[in-house]
């Protein structure tokens, strides 16, 4: 069983950055891809970007390519999210997520309760 919460959401101005942390229970968290995901209101949650379990492969939406970085630091039992150059469509609320059926798609087996992230104009 993982546990997940995630935190550093907050109102940022576009062109702005914030970097998302989601902290993980348990030792097996080490062993699995993890993803974010987000959902704005009145939307489907949509993914945004996953990372294999040592790091070494990372996939983005093209949504987010080029200003979300995804890492992850296995010895802390934590994964992050860097959003640089913000803007008023990436607002929504951002979910961690592990052990995935499918990286890039909702099919993981653990999900965090979501941090709130608002970019204003």
């Known amino acids: 069983q993982v546990q997940l919460v995630e935190s550093g959401g907050g109102l940022v101005q576009a062109g702005g950055s914030l970097r998302l942390s989601c902290a993980a229970s348990?030792?097996?968290?080490?062993?699995?891809?993890m993803g974010w995901f987000r959902q704005a209101p009145g939307k489907e949650r949509e993914f945004v970007a996953a990372i294999s379990s040592g790091g070494g492969r990372t996939y983005y939406a093209d949504s987010v390519k080029g200003r979300f970085t995804i890492s992850r630091d296995n010895a802390k039992n934590t994964g992050y999210l860097q959003m640089n150059s913000l803007k008023p469509e990436d607002t929504a609320v951002y979910s961690c997520a592990a052990d995935a059926v499918r990286p890039t798609s909702v099919e993981y087996n653990y999900w965090g309760q979501g941090t709130q992230v608002t970019v204003s104009s």
């Open positions: 348990g030792p097996t968290f080490r062993s699995y891809f």
